[in-house]
């Protein structure tokens, strides 16, 4: 330290306060670090069960179309039979608008084929169900992984800018006490000077006084 007590309490309130800035920095990066940590890995374990999900509904398109086809095929047989059945009920009354036997043939056919499309819609309508919460679940899940990813963008971005603050404030503070280092330094030149001449001048004296007492 220097000659100047006030320099140099000044020089190392400096110190400390630099001291007081890293460590500070050191704390929150490793709180910022963890919390990172925690959301990468919690990205990745809800990325692992989309994945699944995901595998599960592979035939969830086709199977929706399928069931899609089969209500439409279901409404158009309801149409027809009702039609036929209209048709059967006015041939029974009145023989010259047509043969009620070949109607009711084609009724038949027509109810044979409504049975087995209601059969295979119930069939394939739990597993569709099923699929459709999956795919609910599956979209759910993907807005939270975007949430999370969004998220760890935003914690990257605050650990640059708290990094870029620390070293301005760092820069800052490393100026300052290079400033009071070289002013210190100079103060110490300044005296050493002038405890030379001081001396100096001293040796002078007795020189004289020495003269003086012959």
């Given at each position: 330290?220097?000659?100047?007590?006030?320099?140099?309490?000044?020089?190392?309130?400096?110190?400390?306060?630099?001291?007081?800035?890293?460590?500070?920095?050191?704390?929150?990066?490793?709180?910022?670090?963890?919390?990172?940590?925690?959301?990468e890995g919690?990205?990745?374990?809800?990325?692992?069960?989309?994945?699944?999900?995901?595998?599960?509904?592979?035939?969830?398109?086709?199977?929706?179309?399928?069931?899609?086809?089969?209500?439409?095929?279901?409404?158009?047989?309801?149409?027809?039979?009702?039609?036929?059945?209209k048709q059967?009920?006015?041939?029974?009354?009145?023989?010259?608008?047509?043969?009620?036997?070949?109607?009711?043939?084609?009724?038949?056919?027509?109810?044979?084929?409504?049975?087995?499309?209601?059969?295979?819609?119930?069939?394939?309508?739990?597993?569709?169900?099923?699929?459709?919460?999956?795919?609910?679940?599956?979209?759910?899940?993907?807005?939270?992984?975007?949430?999370?990813?969004?998220?760890?963008?935003?914690?990257?971005?605050?650990?640059?800018?708290?990094?870029?603050?620390?070293?301005?404030?760092?820069?800052?503070?490393?100026?300052?006490?290079?400033?009071?280092?070289?002013?210190?330094?100079?103060?110490?030149?300044?005296?050493?000077?002038?405890?030379?001449?001081?001396?100096?001048?001293?040796?002078?004296?007795?020189?004289?006084?020495?003269?003086?007492?012959?």
């Amino acid at each position: 330290l220097g000659v100047n007590p006030d320099e140099d309490i000044a020089l190392l309130d400096k110190l400390l306060e630099l001291q007081h800035i890293d460590q500070e920095f050191a704390t929150e990066a490793i709180k910022d670090r963890e919390q990172l940590n925690q959301v990468e890995g919690e990205i990745e374990a809800q990325e692992q069960i989309l994945l699944q999900l995901k595998d599960n509904m592979k035939g969830y398109h086709n199977l929706k179309d399928k069931f899609e086809a089969m209500m439409i095929e279901i409404q158009s047989l309801e149409v027809e039979k009702a039609s036929l059945a209209k048709q059967l009920e006015s041939a029974q009354i009145d023989p010259s608008k047509g043969c009620s036997k070949a109607i009711k043939k084609r009724l038949d056919d027509v109810e044979s084929k409504l049975a087995r499309a209601r059969s295979e819609t119930r069939k394939n309508q739990q597993m569709y169900r099923k699929l459709e919460q999956e795919a609910q679940k599956a979209k759910v899940l993907q807005q939270k992984i975007e949430q999370l990813k969004q998220g760890k963008i935003a914690l990257m971005k605050k650990q640059r800018e708290a990094a870029i603050r620390h070293r301005e404030s760092t820069d800052a503070k490393t100026r300052e006490i290079e400033s009071l280092k070289r002013k210190e330094k100079k103060t110490g030149q300044k005296m050493t000077k002038l405890e030379a001449e001081v001396q100096k001048q001293k040796l002078n004296l007795e020189k004289r006084k020495m003269f003086c007492d012959k």
